[in-house]
């Protein structure tokens, strides 16, 4: 095994990602973990206070990159930078489904920390929606953006559209609907 000098936080993050990725949250173990970076389950003490630190750095970085995602879609859009928003959003989603999980469940990130991590992981959001709901709505405007989003992609990421049909053109039509509310709110 490599001496706990050898593992920096980040491999840890990184390898909790993978592992929660994996298994799920509810089955990462300290052991588990230790394991996967080399070490020795005691030495992750030496970094982080606990099971809750280690996930509370997970959904740091899993926040910092759906927001960098977000601003990435959003600058490469030209003109349809709603739809470009809402599939970088889904697409996060399917690609670590179980890490998206974490993000919206009891968080293990907290205080004035977890504030700053979701307020900067927004801002791609809010400044655009700026754009389309005016200042005054833009936040009304990102909250219902990550409803609508957060609600379809969990129900999708749980199978729970039973009816028959196609989901992608019915996401297709809610990110339509969105933005069209969006621009008749400001008229």
Do not use: W
């Amino acid at each position: 095994m490599a001496p706990p000098s050898k593992t920096s936080n980040a491999a840890i993050v990184k390898a909790a990602r993978r592992l929660i990725e994996k298994h799920g949250v509810e089955n990462l173990t300290m052991e588990a973990l230790a394991t996967a970076v080399g070490i020795r389950a005691p030495s992750l003490y030496k970094r982080f206070s606990g099971r809750d630190a280690i996930l509370g750095a997970v959904e740091q970085e899993l926040f910092a990159d759906l927001g960098k995602r977000l601003a990435r879609a959003l600058k490469g859009a030209k003109d349809r930078k709603m739809q470009a928003a809402c599939h970088a959003y889904r697409a996060f989603a399917h690609a670590s489904p179980n890490a998206y999980r974490l993000m919206f469940s009891a968080s293990s990130l907290q205080g004035s920390e977890a504030e700053e991590v979701r307020t900067k992981a927004s801002m791609p959001v809010v400044e655009f929606l700026s754009g389309v709901s005016g200042i005054t709505d833009a936040l009304h405007a990102a909250r219902t953006f990550t409803a609508f989003l957060h609600g379809f992609v969990s129900m999708e990421l749980a199978r729970a559209f039973h009816l028959k049909g196609d989901v992608d053109q019915a996401f297709r039509y809610g990110v339509a609907t969105l933005e069209a509310g969006m621009n008749d709110a400001r008229r």
